[in-house]
């Protein structure tokens, strides 16, 4: 089975701009999480798509959005960018029970660099 | 809320050598548990995790995991380190709320030399 895939993944936008991060999951896995990882931050949780529904969302402004398709791919949106958004964007996908109880595989990551 | 703490930042072993490195949690509810490591450049490969039963949990490369209700901690442990598991190391909190959410915390740098 293919793994988590990520695109793209490196990104260099500038200050005002909006980006758009895809993530394909593991064939047959409905559950998409995102997370972004910074140096001081760490890794936070941003927001959990099940059958195109977000369940999910963590402490994030409304300039972070994203979305599920019916095929489970799944999309995030940053508009407005700040140089705070730089970071390393990951996206983990999760069977089809989408439940704690789930491991979730996590992709490469998208690098955004925001000038 | 809930939080994980990892107490140590870096953490350098010699090669051969055994390794733990620290995880303490808070949550209300019974946790779930995992660790993860992260190669540079790489995204994150699940270790190993805890959800009840044997306190003691194996897992992948040689890693093992104690759970420790009482003092709310879930180290993770290896007899003889190699290069290649020098990496960064993250413990994350299943979150029971409705869908998945993990609480990561801050990673340990694990460094080996040989």
């Known amino acids: 089975k293919a793994g988590v895939t990520q695109t793209p993944r490196y990104l260099i936008k500038t200050r005002g701009q909006q980006v758009t991060l895809s993530c394909s999951p593991i064939s047959g896995h409905r559950s998409v999480s995102w997370y972004q990882q910074t140096p001081g931050q760490g890794l936070q949780f941003l927001f959990e798509?099940?059958?195109?529904?977000?369940?999910n969302k963590g402490n994030f402004p409304g300039r972070f959005s994203g979305r599920q398709f019916s095929n489970s791919r799944s999309e995030m949106n940053v508009s407005t960018l700040e140089l705070g958004d730089s970071a390393l964007y990951l996206c983990a996908s999760s069977s089809v029970g989408g439940g704690m109880g789930d491991e979730q595989f996590f992709g490469p990551g998208t690098r955004l660099t925001v000038l | 809320a809930q939080s994980v703490t990892q107490p140590d930042i870096h953490i350098t072993v010699s090669e051969g050598a055994s390794l733990e490195l620290r995880c303490n949690y808070s949550?209300?509810?019974?946790?779930?548990l995992f660790w993860y490591v992260q190669s540079p450049g790489q995204g994150l490969q699940l270790l190993l995790k805890y959800f009840s039963g044997d306190t003691l949990v194996q897992g992948i490369k040689g890693f093992e995991a104690e759970f420790k209700r009482s003092q709310s901690s879930f180290n993770l442990r290896k007899p003889s380190v190699h290069w290649s598991d020098a990496a960064e190391y993250f413990c994350a909190v299943g979150v029971m709320e409705y869908g998945n959410k993990l609480v990561f915390g801050a990673g340990t740098i694990l460094r080996v030399k040989s």
């Open positions: 798509y099940f059958s195109e529904t977000q369940r």
């Open positions: 949550y209300g509810a019974t946790p779930y």
